[in-house]
């Protein structure tokens, strides 16, 4: 069933105005317990799991997924790197390779990545069925990290408009504050000009967008930032169509019964994504 409150129902139409698709997500429940699903990953098994299923790790809710599939997870340190399970060679608990995304090499590797208000990416390949999960906070935001792992899809033989980019539960933009300097660093990623430009040029830039990243903030030297519309942008720029991409309709910052946010409570409690390749 999907949901219907005046939240979701106010970000839904922003970010369908966005995607310009008719994608639908789903709550779906196990053992009573709310995750989400979208139409537009619904070939494979995948889900955005809320904070009711903590503490569980993918070890655990892979089986909801698809109990005979693998598991890789790894430990998230805010950067752009993306692997592939070659890359490993330790499985046990704690000892999981440095990274922020997974990319599938063959059928039945179920890739997971873990949020408290960063954005969680679940990419598929509509023709090779490969699929890969990425963690993009403002950090891996400025560094590219989705155009990181298509350009991983790419080196596998996919085609970018095969691919299918589907963005969860995360801050939304109208409750994000950040620093100038954060939103210029993020903001730099789609700045049409190549060269050295000035905080103020980049800002100046993303407010004249139609649909602006930016929004304003009482406070001196801050603005409020839509992570997840800067990595739209970024799709944009790679000519990934609107039909290819979905936004969440939900904030993990103003929905606390559904998600942990840092932002909200500052404690390290995160929710999982995960999908499994065909």
């Keep these: 069933m999907t949901i219907a409150n005046s939240d979701s129902q106010k970000l839904s139409k922003y970010y369908q105005v966005l995607s310009k698709n008719n994608v639908t997500w789903y709550w779906q429940k196990w053992e009573g317990l709310p995750f989400l699903t979208c139409s537009l990953l619904q070939n494979w098994p995948h889900g955005f799991f809320t904070n009711h299923f903590f503490p569980n790790t993918p070890t655990e809710l892979v089986d909801i997924l698809h109990p005979s599939a693998e598991v890789y997870r790894v430990k998230q340190v805010h950067g752009s790197t993306v692997i592939t399970p070659a890359k490993f060679t330790v499985e046990t608990e704690g ?48 560094a590219k990290i989705v155009p990181v792992a298509l350009a991983g899809f790419e080196a596998q033989g996919s085609q970018l408009s095969d691919l299918l980019v589907v963005l969860g ?29 000035t905080i103020e040029d980049i800002m100046h830039f993303l407010e004249l967008l139609p649909h602006s990243p ?22 944009k720029q790679l000519g990934i169509d609107n039909q290819q991409v979905a936004i ?18 500052k404690q390290k409690k995160v929710q999982w994504s995960g999908i499994v390749s065909n």
């Design 95 to 142: 000892n999981y390779p440095e990274a922020d995304g997974l990319l599938t090499e063959k059928a039945k590797q179920a890739v997971w990545v873990c949020t408290a208000d960063c954005v969680p990416v679940l990419i598929a390949d509509q023709k090779t069925g490969q699929v890969a999960a990425v963690h993009a906070g403002w950090r891996g935001t400025a």
């Design 169 to 197: 539960p995360a801050i939304a933009g109208e409750v994000y504050q950040v620093s100038q300097e954060v939103a210029a660093q993020v903001g730099a990623t789609i700045f049409p000009e190549t060269g050295k430009a």
């Design 214 to 235: 930016i929004l304003s903030d009482p406070e001196p030297g801050k603005v409020r930032l839509d992570v997840r519309l800067v990595n739209i942008l970024q799709l």
């Design 248 to 265: 969440a309709p939900y904030c993990t910052y103003q929905q606390p019964e559904y998600f942990f946010s840092y932002r909200r409570e």
